[in-house]
């Protein structure tokens, strides 16, 4: 440690690997440097008395100036959704490179990389979306890539970007040998059409018709199927966005066999039903998103299923459209859901929820917090040096007031939306003060970021044994 540290935390409540310590915390050049001892010196002190200090926010999935596979830009370019992000604590996201069709991997990876070192104001990584696995040179960009740093791969197993059985266990195969985890939407899309043409043909196509557009059993088939795949390939497989008992029923199972799957879920799952899609005309759509919220069973099966470890954590899925004719209205004020843009934003909201829901309420508690919105994320996804206070790691770090109480508004988020879904919901626990690499990004509410201040996170690729059990040990 240096002789005088830039900046010392003192007398907060401290989450770290170890359990919780009331103490400080020492940062120099941007890097932690002592957890707990007591410090008198330091270039600034700043007191977190009666407060909790917490590793910044790491999201593993957020759409950020991204186009849909209906065609349809988001709200959000890099610079406002990392701001959003950092207002609700979040320090490191990853996004996604999507493959356009016909794109080279290469280049898609270049566009993004442009976009994200012109905007972005937090420490970043990509996810490659596979999307069109004929263009020339698919597998030797692929592997490049995750050799780069690049080492989480997206498939779709519906949409239009949707990929056959054959190319996902082409993909598998490919990621198996390179050293990649698999990131995997997984509906079926075959009932999802038969549900959607019939409520078309019957003229039930509001928003709220949209849950039954995409019935459980799509979920559930595609996850049984996803983890099939992984277990015949032994290969590591993230299942994104569960929102089903009987999905988290099947992910458990194949847990107990060996296989090396992991899952995550979301806020909107876990706080919301699809009744919250049930609104005058088309307001329901501000709340749309795939697969759609569920019932209040399935968010017990899936607070349940985090409890047991059967999801490894939690991520917003970001996806903003605004609630005009550039976003979710695209289609026109008669659109039916099957014209309108799924999708909501999360990246400020995922935190708050979250703390308020398992630290000021009790479910779970501050430690399983951290695990699931910071330390599991920067594991499963390598991000080095992230998601845990400890000396070395970098200095991300959140200072939460456990008593400010915060009503959400109609339009009060950071980003680029122009709503709030969380509109009139109540959390207690708030990011006061929000850190990076030893900078202050937010402070009582004032945003200090810049554009272009955010840094890429390499990620080496896991290993590249024969076989996946150094992998699985390496997630693990």
């Known amino acids: 440690m240096s002789p005088v540290p830039d900046l010392v935390i003192h007398d907060g409540r401290l989450v770290t690997p170890g359990g919780i310590i009331e103490g400080d915390l020492a940062i120099a050049d941007g890097k932690i440097v002592a957890v707990g001892t007591p410090l008198a010196d330091a270039k600034t002190r700043v007191s977190a008395k009666g407060k909790w200090v917490m590793p910044g926010g790491v999201d593993p999935h957020?759409?950020?100036?991204?186009?849909?596979?209906?065609?349809?830009?988001?709200?959000?370019?890099?610079?406002?959704?990392?701001?959003?992000?950092?207002?609700?604590?979040?320090?490191?996201?990853?996004?996604?490179?999507?493959?356009?069709?016909?794109?080279?991997l290469a280049s898609t990876v270049a566009d993004y990389a442009a976009r994200a070192s012109r905007g972005a104001m937090i420490d970043y990584a990509f996810h490659l979306t596979l999307t069109d696995t004929g263009v020339a040179g698919f597998d030797d960009d692929l592997a490049t890539l995750i050799k780069a740093g690049h080492r989480s791969l997206k498939v779709f197993t519906t949409y239009n970007i949707q990929l056959s059985d054959?190319?996902?266990?082409?993909?598998?195969?490919?990621?198996?040998?390179?050293?990649?985890?698999?990131?995997?939407?997984?509906?079926?899309?075959?009932?999802?059409a038969q549900a959607r043409q019939d409520l078309i043909?019957?003229?039930?196509?509001?928003?709220?018709?949209?849950a039954r557009s995409r019935p459980r059993m799509a979920e559930i088939e595609a996850v049984e199927r996803?983890?099939?795949?992984?277990?015949?390939?032994?290969q590591p497989v993230m299942l994104f966005h569960i929102s089903t008992r009987e999905g988290a029923a099947v992910i458990a199972a194949a847990q107990a066999r060996g296989v090396p799957v992991w899952a995550e879920t979301c806020p909107h799952y876990l706080l919301m039903t699809h009744e919250v899609l049930d609104k005058p005309g088309l307001e329901g759509a501000k709340w749309m998103c795939s697969p759609p919220q569920r019932t209040a069973a399935d968010q017990d099966a899936l607070w349940d299923a985090l409890e047991r470890g059967t999801l490894a954590l939690v991520s917003s899925d970001h996806a903003p459209y605004r609630y005009d004719e550039t976003g979710k209205l695209a289609a026109g004020a008669d659109a039916g859901f099957h014209q309108i843009a799924?999708?909501?934003?999360?990246?400020?909201?995922?935190?708050?929820?979250l703390f308020d829901a398992m630290v000021s309420k009790g479910r779970g508690g501050p430690e399983a917090f951290v695990r699931l919105t910071s330390t599991a994320p920067a594991q499963l996804y390598g991000l080095q040096n992230k998601g845990a206070l400890a000396e070395g790691m970098d200095a991300d770090i959140v200072i939460w007031n456990p008593d400010k109480q915060v009503t959400y508004g109609a339009n009060d988020l950071h980003d680029n939306v122009g709503y709030n879904p969380w509109e009139g919901h109540i959390v207690t626990g708030w990011p006061d003060h929000v850190i990076l690499r030893g900078q202050t990004l937010v402070q009582d509410g004032t945003f200090l970021g810049t554009p272009g201040s955010g840094r890429w996170i390499d990620r080496p690729a896991l290993s590249t044994q024969p076989n996946a059990t150094t992998q699985k040990a390496d997630l693990a």
Request: hydrophobic content about 40%; charged content about 15%; overall charge negative.
């Open 342 to 353: 799924n999708g909501l934003p999360g990246l400020e909201t995922r935190l708050p929820l």
């Open 226 to 234: 996803i983890c099939r795949f992984a277990e015949y390939l032994d």
């Open 62 to 104: 957020a759409h950020i100036e991204q186009m849909s596979g209906m065609g349809q830009w988001n709200a959000d370019t890099f610079e406002t959704a990392t701001r959003s992000a950092a207002m609700g604590g979040t320090t490191s996201v990853i996004s996604f490179a999507a493959q356009a069709s016909g794109q080279s």
């Open 166 to 192: 054959a190319e996902l266990l082409h993909i598998f195969g490919r990621a198996r040998h390179s050293g990649a985890l698999v990131c995997v939407h997984a509906e079926n899309d075959a009932i999802i």
């Open 201 to 210: 043909d019957a003229g039930q196509v509001t928003p709220r018709d949209h």
